[in-house]
């Protein structure tokens, strides 16, 4: 399974636009691309699926494991063409001083070579030590290539790829010149969503433009062939429930995308019918659901939209009354509340939890968060949870939990 990962020396260092322009180019040259994100992500996968043309999958050895991540990207990746693998922030950042779950991790896990986006801003021949230190603290030699971005012109452009080359014996496989203007508009959260983009033509022809006879794809190539053959683990997805004769409603609309695929496929594979319904269009709920299940998104932008579909949210409240079972979670819970602010001004929302949230211009943490499961709930066994200096210890006089 040719692949590589694609890593930056940080969060901004420009992998997501590179990733994307190199998934097209590969497209444009006639082959089969699959595209993975180390995760948890929702955005940057969209913008990977309108890229590589099939669904972006999620990567993340912490809520998965490294089995179930090597499974997965085995299940979904391409045999024939190439599968590109976008990391998360800087290569080593992961959860902790050692780089626990980092992307430099993931690409152990997977074997896969290493293509480093290095924005190359106001330096020359330290761009060659930021490499070398990497190339140190990497597995087995994996870093094989690099992809200069931020390239102020020919001259910059040569000293550091000599510089690069010389002292850290990989190849420079592109040059990326300074972009006067992203075609990638973002907001609070991170890149807006390609769905909300109405010029997504555009973009893509800014993007090609961008990497033309700038990224040397016969070397790419060879990077992403020279990974070894990867031992198919046997499929033990568990059985499912038979859902046959369900009708499961889920939000689909700019609002709501934030949606694993794997969740969604498996409520089918289940036999379930999905029923995707428009939180800013329907005027209520379809008639002969089952259940509902609202992901996340981008409610706060969309909030007076929503707000102003007082048919349906009306709808919504009352189904919930009725016993509808919904799974609701991030900008679903949202939805749910008795009013979303943002920017100041409050929305009433579906009222069906006496609660009000507020979204605020910028994220208020990061990372992971290990909870306790403090009473039984359909979804996870009673736990307790001990905390120390050093770490959270997990007991449960149940099982081990799922």
């Not at 090609?208 to 053959?229: G, K, Q, T």
């Not at 919930?320 to 409050?346: D, K, N, Q």
């Not at 211009?361 to 499961?373: A, K």
Request: proline residues 7%; charged residues 20%; neutral net charge.
């Amino acid at each position: 399974m040719p692949r590589l990962l694609v890593a930056g020396l940080s969060g901004g260092s420009g992998k997501t636009i590179v990733t994307l322009g190199l998934l097209l180019l590969l497209r444009r040259a006639g082959l089969d691309v699959r595209a993975f994100k180390k995760g948890p992500d929702y955005i940057d996968p969209a913008w990977l699926a309108w890229a590589s043309a099939h669904p972006a999958r999620n990567l993340d050895a912490f809520l998965m494991g490294a089995e179930t991540v090597r499974a997965s990207f085995v299940r979904h990746g391409t045999r024939s063409g190439v599968n590109v693998i976008e990391g998360n922030r800087g290569l080593f950042d992961g959860l902790d001083a050692a780089g626990t779950y980092s992307s430099a991790n993931l690409a152990e896990i997977l074997d896969a070579p290493i293509v480093l986006v290095l924005d190359a801003t106001k330096m020359t021949r330290t761009a060659a030590a930021l490499v070398l230190g990497c190339q140190k603290l990497a597995p087995r030699n994996s870093i094989q290539g690099v992809v200069l971005n931020q390239v102020n012109g020919q001259r910059h452009e040569q000293v550091l790829r000599e510089a690069i080359e010389s002292v850290c014996s990989i190849p420079v496989i592109g040059a990326m010149p300074r972009l006067q203007h992203n075609p990638l508009p973002e907001r609070h959260l991170g890149l807006i969503p390609p769905n909300e983009h109405q010029t997504m033509d555009s973009v893509e022809r800014n993007l090609l433009a961008w990497m033309e006879n700038r990224v040397n794809l016969d070397a790419l190539l060879a990077i992403a062939r020279s990974a070894p053959a990867l031992a198919i683990p046997p499929d033990e997805r568990p059985a499912l429930p038979d859902a046959r004769g369900l009708r499961i409603g889920y939000l689909s609309d700019s609002a709501f995308t934030f949606y694993y695929p794997e969740n969604l496929e498996e409520l089918k594979r289940s036999g379930a019918e999905l029923v995707p319904i428009s939180a800013l269009d329907a005027t209520s709920l379809p008639a002969g659901l089952h259940a509902l299940y609202i992901g996340g998104g981008f409610p706060e932008t969309h909030a007076k939209a929503l707000s102003a579909n007082t048919s349906f949210l009306e709808s919504l409240r009352v189904s919930c009354a009725a016993g509808l079972p919904v799974y609701a979670e991030c900008g679903g819970l949202m939805l749910l509340a008795r009013s979303l602010t943002w920017r100041g001004f409050p929305h009433p929302m579906a009222n069906v939890f006496p609660i009000d949230v507020e979204a605020f211009r910028t994220p208020q943490g990061h990372g992971y968060s290990e909870l306790q499961v403090d009473a039984s709930n359909p979804f996870f066994r009673k736990a307790r949870f001990y905390a120390d200096t050093s770490s959270i210890i997990r007991a449960s006089s149940e099982g081990p939990i799922p």
